[in-house]
């Protein structure tokens, strides 16, 4: 069994049953446990002696010998009462606590991290430091034609890219967050022959089929202003022109104030603008059909 199994970038453990992947760049507890939920895995948490022996490997091999690592065990939603994400309560989860640890310093620490050697400690949530993503074997993984074990992604022949709609409403930045995680982007319509694949596929998600209080005629895609007024580029830094694709709405885009602007389409897949990060709207995400990158 290898990484290949579940995604390209994680690295199968035996002796954790399941595949690992160190996120070198420290975030905060919460930024961790979504990323990772958004990969298709969980927040690591040493859960018995096997998983514990492999984090502290993939933290060797990452030369992580000055700091530990986040775990997915924290008093999240009732301090002091810790669980990993997966429900287990740390009573029933074998540990030894570092050190001088826990002590909930300042009475703010509701959250556990893996020192090198294993051990445990209390630190806040809001601190950051690396963490480790997990994926447990066992599932039934079956890789599709667009290199993903996700099948809400669909493959379009007129652009050779695939597509997801997520329904479940995010602000523009967590929506690039959720695209990458998956291993794609927000979409960036390069054609109209794209543009009428985007409007299809808004048009198999209507809102009668979204759950929630928030407007369901717009969805988020990959352009935005760079936080300089209405100068719209992809994510990918070209124009709307040089991308193949600056057909607005009528009236649009009408942000005339200050401040940071992002891309959408109405259901026509005519563009609009609005605000990044006020309000969650759907989002459409794209990706090449391959595995997610792989980096070293």
């Not at 859960?47 to 490997?57: E, S």
């Not at 329904?167 to 109209?192: F, Q």
């Amino acid at each position: 069994m290898n990484g290949h199994q579940f995604r390209c970038d994680y690295k199968y453990f035996p002796q954790a049953e399941g595949w690992l992947k160190l996120h070198r760049i420290p975030t905060n507890w919460r930024e961790a446990r979504l990323r990772c939920h958004l990969e298709g895995g969980n927040l690591a948490s040493p859960l018995d002696a096997g998983l514990r022996l492999a984090m502290q490997a993939a933290m060797q091999q990452a030369e992580l010998v000055k700091s530990g690592v986040f775990t997915g065990i924290s008093g999240f939603f009732s301090r002091g009462d810790f669980h990993s994400i997966e429900g287990i309560p740390l009573s029933q989860i074998p540990h030894t606590w570092y050190g001088g640890e826990p002590d909930n310093h300042n009475d703010n620490e509701s959250c556990i991290l893996m020192v090198n050697n294993g051990d445990l400690a209390d630190v806040s949530c809001a601190e950051t430091f690396p963490y480790l993503c997990y994926g447990k074997a066992g599932r039934a993984l079956v890789t599709n034609n667009c290199g993903t074990f996700d099948n809400e992604y669909q493959f379009d022949s007129r652009t050779g890219s695939c597509y997801k709609f997520h329904k479940v409403p995010r602000t523009w930045s967590r929506a690039y967050m959720a695209c990458a995680a998956e291993g794609g982007h927000l979409a960036i319509i390069n054609s109209d022959t794209e543009a009428t694949v985007l409007r299809e596929l808004f048009a198999k998600n209507p809102a009668s089929s979204m759950v929630g209080n928030f407007w369901k005629d717009v969805a988020f895609i990959g352009f935005q202003d760079w936080g300089e007024n209405r100068e719209f580029l992809t994510i990918e830094g070209q124009t709307l022109e040089e991308a193949g694709y600056a057909k607005y709405a009528s009236g649009e885009p009408n942000i005339a104030e200050r401040g940071n602007v992002c891309g959408a389409i109405y259901r026509s897949a005519l563009l609009d603008d609005l605000w990044c990060n006020r309000s969650p709207y759907a989002f459409i995400c794209e990706k090449k059909p391959e595995n997610p990158v792989c980096h070293d």
